[in-house]
């Protein structure tokens, strides 16, 4: 959903929907038909790293390296209150002051977002639904944690963003109290780390993926919930992993 330099930056603090740096002034794409994503990079020249990128995502997570990762320090406060229906996904802006702490470096949550099915899938196994946290440093550097979602027992969360998430693209709803994205994280911080791309596009190469292991339950009806808002599958094809490695 989706490293860029600080233009593309621009685009998904704007509202890109999932990590996915959508900007209006830009061709327009889909997850279908001759917008769909075997044709984002020919829609415009600024697409091109979707199709010549060679560390694109998703992908299927296998195949791992075993590797003593450093811990992932999440440091989250209420701040989300702003759920957005962009056209590509149920997205929920955030405020100033959360963070994701990694390789030493600090990394400000700026949105999360939905995508179901699963963008990622984990030895060929894919999941109803995804959620992508998207943070950015300073430079305008990214780290995407996704969180997996799987059906079992309701989530309270995930409900409440279902039951208020708006059907149509550029609608807005004003949640109060702000969201906490810490709710949605698994008490398992164990995770599954690669090198990859927004999975929108422009597609920009040179994101830190960080994918947690363990996924969270939510009730069926809560996952159709936000599916129905989003109005479609928004999962782009797992891509080619290629050399890079993958590490656990």
Known sequence: M????????????????AVAGEGGHQAHWSYAGKEG?????????????????????????????????????FDYKPGGASLVNNGHAVQVDYAPGSSLSVDGKSFELKQFHF????????????YPMEVHFVHADAQGNLAVVGV??????ANRLLGLLGAHAPAAAGDKVQQSPPIDAADLLPADRD???????????????????????????AAPAEIAAIAKAIGHPNNRPVMPVGARPVLE
Request: proline share 9%.
């Open 2 to 17: 989706k490293a860029q330099g600080l233009a593309a930056f621009g685009l998904i603090v704007a509202g890109v929907a």
């Open 37 to 73: 994503p075997e044709h984002w990079g020919a829609l415009e020249p600024g697409y091109a790293t979707c199709s010549a990128g060679k560390d694109q995502s998703p992908i299927d997570l296998v195949h791992f390296i075993e590797a003593d990762l450093p811990p992932l320090t």
């Open 115 to 126: 995508h179901a099915p699963s963008e990622h899938t984990v030895g060929g196994k894919s």
């Open 148 to 153: 997996l979602v799987e059906d079992g027992a």
């Open 191 to 217: 995770y599954y780390r690669y090198s990859g791309s927004l999975t929108t596009p422009p597609c920009s190469e040179g994101v830190r993926w960080l994918v947690l292991k363990a996924p969270i339950d």
